[in-house]
T-cell receptor, first 113, second 116 residues
Framework: SQTIHQWPATLVQPVGSPLSLECTVE??????LYWYRQAAGRGLQLLFY??????ISSEVPQNLSASRPQDRQFILSSKKLLLSDSGFYLC????????????FGPGTRLTVT | QKEVEQDPGPLSVPEGAIVSLNCTYS??????FMWYRQYSRKGPELLMY????GNKEDGRFTAQVDKSSKYISLFIRDSQPSDSATYLC????????????????FGKGTKLSVIP
């Protein structure tokens, strides 16, 4: 069966510090991968998605970036965090084609102070 | 008009009640519909998905889609305290471009509390 991992689970970082969140998927090959942010009262916001190694599409212009160095690894980064980057970050995967369901990881709660 | 509207609640019901959760949408291109359950401080968990109008049943859960009215529902029978969570609807349309076919549009979620 497929499993998706995210770490760290929680993170408190000062404004201006760098960020690296990691997501890995097990039990599937060539998945589509997604990064979402969930802020209170604002629902799920798609940040990035990837259909393959090195292929990243950005949905929202911001100070975040994403990379996919391996087939089942997705990384969310920032060089300098802003207060507005606080939120619950979720990684998700889906199969390449044929179905549209996405499966989410446990999330990382980021607080920027 | 937002693409997907979902009443945020909170909705509080007694144990054993039938719960009805709903979403309306404006984009007639949406063809695929999903319901997720999210416990506090956890990632969303896929509950049900359906690709057609009508009803789909899975245990105590029934998903209903009415494409003519652009309205979807999730019914929970014999609700339990363990059903207390936020329920998110999600939907997608097929797009001939690679980008659109991979994206889901989510409602903001309805917070449900089932009281013992």
């Amino acid at each position: 069966s497929q499993t998706i991992h995210q770490w760290p689970a929680t993170l408190v970082q000062p404004v201006g510090s760098p960020l690296s969140l990691e997501c890995t998927v097990e039990g599937t090959s060539n998945p589509n991968l997604y990064w979402y942010r969930q802020a209170a009262g604002r629902g799920l916001q798609l940040l990035f998605y990837s259909v393959g190694i090195g292929q990243i599409s950005s949905e929202v212009p911001q100070n975040l970036s994403a990379s996919r160095p391996q087939d089942r690894q997705f990384i969310l980064s920032s060089k300098k965090l802003l207060l507005s980057d606080s939120g619950f970050y979720l990684c998700a995967w889906s199969v390449q084609s044929g179905t549209y369901e996405q499966y989410f990881g446990p999330g990382t709660r980021l607080t920027v102070t | 008009q937002k693409e997907v509207e979902q009443d945020p609640g909170p909705l509080s019901v007694p144990e054993g009640a039938i719960v009805s959760l709903n979403c309306t949408y404006s984009n007639s291109a949406f063809q695929y519909f999903m319901w997720y359950r999210q416990y506090s401080r956890k990632g969303p968990e896929l509950l049900m998905y359906t690709y057609s109008s009508g009803n789909k049943e899975d245990g105590r859960f029934t998903a209903q889609v009415d494409k003519s009215s652009k309205y979807i529902s999730l019914f929970i029978r014999d609700s339990q305290p363990s059903d207390s969570a936020t329920y998110l609807c999600a939907m997608s349309s097929f797009s001939s471009s690679g980008a659109g076919s991979y994206q889901l549009t989510f409602g903001k979620g309805t917070k449900l509390s089932v009281i013992p």
